[in-house]
């Protein structure tokens, strides 16, 4: 067991900015690798909502190239020339480093896609890299000054000490419990490039429901439900799960799309390599040729194996008249034919 003990210090001030582990309970996750940066000269106190701080256990979670959070632990308590860096350091590493997020909804592709980029040659692109980040996520759903907290004191050291070291042109994720977080990683990393991906609703519903997605047993999407000034917040006890399905997909790709703007369909992603170059790799600075696209696109990952519903082109009168009132909208939107 190892605990992120180090401090982040700015030489410039003399303050230690030290980096401990914490589980944010309720606020932002249980057993998390989440931390948040406390100034410890001069007695500043840490937020209300960040409990005492608690062991933090290196994840075993599989990474690519070593792009995972237990490289942080490696990296801080292993390599003492990591320990310390300054904002002016930050932002000159920020300048240099072409940096990327793909946002989008779980069940969108978004494992598939960061698998694919990571192939670029001189890019680390990794899928959602921080365990049980969505904790953060729904905390960002319901707050943006937490979600500043967060993204601030945490995530974009730990984004700064996994890759700082590594010989990459690039850095990527493809994140869908990142995406409440868009104003704060714009903040964050303000040369960075941001993408909306986005799926067909009545795939990611149908794929959504086979799985515990808005079920008070799963706990990635219980907390999440509208807010005030949200129409549908007055129907919300008696909606069906299908309609509080439809409401999440058309909730979330409506931030998405008004917040990041430039979105790519993953069915075009996975049907045209030219779809694929023009809106992907070349915005993105990245190449990855045909015959390695088309091997990955024959290969799905992450793929839902059996269904609870049928195709959506079998859904009754009923049913697709639910998910038209609640997604037509922004199923037109971002270009899709109902």
Same mark, same amino acid.
């Given at each position: 067991m190892?605990?992120?003990?180090?401090?982040y210090?700015d030489?410039?001030t /003399?303050?230690?900015? $030290?980096?401990? @582990?914490?589980?944010?309970?309720?606020?932002?996750?249980?057993?998390a690798?989440?931390?948040?940066?406390?100034?410890?000269?001069?007695?500043?106190?840490?937020?209300?909502?960040?409990p005492?701080?608690?062991?933090?256990?290196?994840t075993?979670?599989d *990474?690519? $190239? *070593?792009?995972s959070?237990?490289?942080?632990?490696?990296?801080?308590?292993?390599?003492?020339?990591?320990?310390?860096?300054?904002?002016?350091?930050?932002d000159?590493?920020?300048?240099?480093?072409?940096?990327?997020?793909?946002?989008?909804?779980?069940r969108?592709?978004t494992?598939?896609?960061?698998?694919?980029?990571? %192939?670029?040659?001189g890019?680390?692109?990794?899928?959602?890299?921080?365990?049980?980040?969505?904790?953060?996520? &729904?905390?960002?759903?319901?707050?943006?000054? %937490?979600?500043?907290v967060?993204?601030?004191s945490?995530?974009?050291?730990? #984004?700064?000490?996994?890759?700082?070291?590594?010989?990459?042109?690039?850095?990527?994720?493809?994140?869908?419990?990142?995406?409440?977080?868009?104003?704060?990683?714009?903040?964050?990393?303000?040369?960075? %490039?941001?993408?909306?991906?986005? $799926?067909? /609703?009545?795939?990611?519903?149908?794929?959504?429901?086979?799985r515990?997605?808005?079920?008070?047993?799963? +706990?990635?999407?219980r907390?999440?439900?509208?807010?005030?000034?949200?129409? !549908?917040k007055?129907?919300? =006890?008696?909606?069906?799960?299908?309609?509080?399905?439809? !409401?999440? !997909?058309?909730?979330?790709?409506?931030?998405?799309?008004? =917040?990041i703007?430039?979105?790519?369909?993953?069915?075009?992603?996975? +049907? =045209?390599y030219?779809?694929?170059?023009?809106?992907l790799?070349?915005?993105? /600075?990245?190449?990855?040729?045909?015959?390695? !696209? $088309?091997? @990955?696109?024959?290969?799905?990952?992450?793929?839902? &194996?059996?269904?609870? #519903?049928?195709?959506w082109?079998?859904?009754? *009168?009923?049913?697709?008249?639910?998910?038209?009132?609640?997604c /037509?909208?922004e199923?037109?939107?971002?270009?899709?034919?109902?």
């Amino acid at each position: 067991m190892a605990r992120l003990d180090q401090g982040y210090g700015d030489r410039r001030t /003399g303050n230690l900015i $030290r980096l401990n @582990a914490y589980a944010l309970l309720p606020e932002v996750g249980v057993g998390a690798v989440v931390s948040h940066a406390r100034i410890c000269a001069g007695g500043a106190e840490q937020p209300a909502f960040l409990p005492r701080p608690l062991p933090l256990v290196a994840t075993t979670k599989d *990474d690519n $190239r *070593d792009g995972s959070t237990k490289n942080l632990t490696r990296n801080v308590s292993e390599n003492k020339d990591k320990t310390f860096f300054t904002e002016k350091e930050f932002d000159e590493w920020g300048k240099r480093q072409r940096i990327f997020f793909i946002l989008a909804i779980g069940r969108s592709g978004t494992k598939f896609l960061a698998n694919l980029l990571n %192939k670029a040659p001189g890019a680390l692109v990794v899928y959602e890299p921080v365990e049980r980040e969505v904790r953060a996520y &729904q905390v960002a759903f319901h707050s943006q000054e %937490k979600s500043k907290v967060y993204i601030h004191s945490f995530r974009r050291k730990e #984004i700064y000490l996994r890759v700082c070291d590594k010989e990459i042109v690039t850095y990527g994720e493809v994140n869908s419990v990142l995406r409440r977080h868009v104003a704060a990683l714009r903040d964050a990393f303000p040369n960075a %490039k941001f993408m909306h991906l986005i $799926r067909d /609703g009545r795939d990611v519903i149908r794929s959504a429901i086979a799985r515990k997605t808005m079920t008070v047993e799963d +706990s990635n999407t219980r907390d999440i439900y509208p807010r005030e000034g949200d129409p !549908w917040k007055p129907k919300w =006890s008696a909606m069906s799960r299908f309609e509080r399905l439809c !409401w999440y !997909w058309q909730t979330e790709n409506c931030y998405l799309r008004t =917040s990041i703007g430039k979105a790519v369909k993953f069915e075009e992603i996975i +049907s =045209s390599y030219d779809y694929f170059q023009t809106r992907l790799l070349d915005p993105l /600075g990245l190449d990855i040729s045909e015959e390695i !696209w $088309r091997n @990955a696109v024959t290969s799905p990952v992450n793929k839902t &194996q059996s269904h609870k #519903i049928p195709y959506w082109s079998e859904w009754d *009168d009923e049913t697709i008249s639910i998910f038209e009132k609640i997604c /037509g909208k922004e199923m037109e939107a971002n270009g899709y034919l109902l």
